[in-house]
């Protein structure tokens, strides 16, 4: 069953301290969805909530928490990452692949000051590659895995729903930013 949206993108670093129970808590938020239908749908969602922040897209809720603009800028950053490493599993024989800091990629690229429409056609762009490449994958190909160096053996398939599960995550701490910078 998937994950109520209001539970959805509430991280507390679990990543790190338990790398496997970050991996079971994107797809528990795809549940029984097709994750290429969840992932099909994203780019609309990111643009409905983009023109829905308006003249808020840009503002923090807090020092320590991201604007709706950097959440899109975080979702862009791993959908280029997950490009990579799908490609990775097909082409080559178990390589390994290196986590990122998530927080240092948002701040370092300066998410929060890129154009959103920017943002939104290379997401679209990477997206559509990545679906394609997807549904041209065979059930073999999607076993096939990749090492993270922090999490293990993931194949094709587990990434691609968890990229699925990702997205759902962080829409709905976008969607929590934008209320609470309403909210004041």
Known sequence: MTQPADQAGRQGGEELADPQAYQRRLVSLVGDDDPAAVQGATGAAW????????TDLRTRPSRDEWSVLECLGHAVDGELVMSGRYRWALAEDDPEIVGYDQDRWVAALAHGLA???DLLRLFDALRASNLVLWKASTPDERERTVRHRERGPESLGLMFTMIAGHDRFHLAQARR?????RAG
């Open 115 to 117: 154009e959103q429409e």
């Open 177 to 181: 930013a934008l209320i609470a910078v």
């Open 47 to 54: 643009r409905a909530l983009v023109a829905e922040a308006g």
